[in-house]
């Protein structure tokens, strides 16, 4: 396993949150030809990059691994530390689409209840939401920064391929932290704009049923409320996969490397 071969293309198109905010015209759809390494490139100042340029090309010297006795300590088999990631996404996927459940450790957080105070107005009336979803980001990033900790520890125990990975994966997290947050930070303004057309479309249609009869019964936000709170949790449950893809990906690493013949 060579950590110094080339990068393969990904496209950013690609990711289930990406999709969602397209698929839901709340994101002007990317362009096919714009991949990682271009994008990498744009975000990466001159020490970062030769920081990296060090890591994906180090200095030929002998093979270093760690003593034998500290690489047994601690060490989870593939199987074990495959069903510890599946229960802390398990756990999470749960957290968003019903309220933590007990015995995980999470804070549980609630979704606002399906009512909207008199007047409407939409930035009053989204904040409760935008509350939900700021809760349940910070969740995430505290969930997943810790994981992907814990799967760099035991790429450190094995080869000196997968600990070269894990060297690389800290420093990819430290460079492209605060991107991340900038560009997840901005998912809530795009949903808010959404529920803000949403709204505004019900009350419309709520003054020309009362301009037609006065008598009418005041039309319940049901209709479309509902279904954007099912939204709500279908963004969140996107931005979770996408937070889980580095962790995923050094998961896949360590099973591959634990599985290949000596």
């Known amino acids: 396993m ?3 071969r080339a990068l393969p293309r990904a496209q950013l198109h690609s990711s289930k949150l990406v999709r969602f905010l397209t698929e839901n015209a709340m994101l002007d759809a990317v362009q096919a030809t714009e991949d990682v390494g271009q994008k990498l490139g744009d975000w990466l100042d001159f020490r970062q990059a030769i920081a990296l340029h060090g890591l994906l090309n180090p200095e030929p010297q002998a093979e270093q691994t760690l003593p034998a006795h500290q690489r047994r300590a601690g060490v989870m088999t ?6 510890h990631v599946d229960k802390v996404k398990a756990a999470l996927e749960q957290s968003i689409a019903q309220g933590a459940p007990s015995g995980t450790g999470l804070a549980r957080i609630e ?3 399906a009512t909207l105070d008199e007047p409407l107005e939409p930035k009053i009336a989204f904040e409760p939401y935008r509350r939900f979803y700021a809760a349940h980001q910070r969740q995430m990033e505290t969930q997943v920064r810790t994981l992907r900790a814990q799967l760099r520890g035991q790429l450190t125990k094995s080869t000196a391929a997968l600990q070269q990975l894990a060297a690389l994966d800290a420093n990819f997290e430290n460079i492209l932290g605060e991107r991340e947050a900038m560009l997840l930070g901005k998912v809530p303004k795009l949903l808010e704009k959404r529920f803000s057309q949403a709204l505004r479309q019900h009350l ?4 020309e ?21 099912q939204q709500l949790r279908t963004a969140l449950l ?3 996969d996408t937070r889980l893809q580095p962790a995923l990906g050094l998961l896949e690493a360590f099973n591959q490397e634990s599985t290949s013949p000596p």
């Open 2 to 4: 060579s950590m110094t």
């Open 238 to 240: 996107a931005e979770l």
């Open 204 to 207: 419309k249609k709520q003054a």
């Open 209 to 229: 049923a009362s301009a037609e009869d006065a008598n009418a019964p005041r039309l319940k936000p049901d209709a479309w409320l509902l279904p954007w709170r």
């Open 111 to 113: 979704m606002p209840p």
């Open 78 to 83: 593939p199987e074990a530390l495959t069903r």
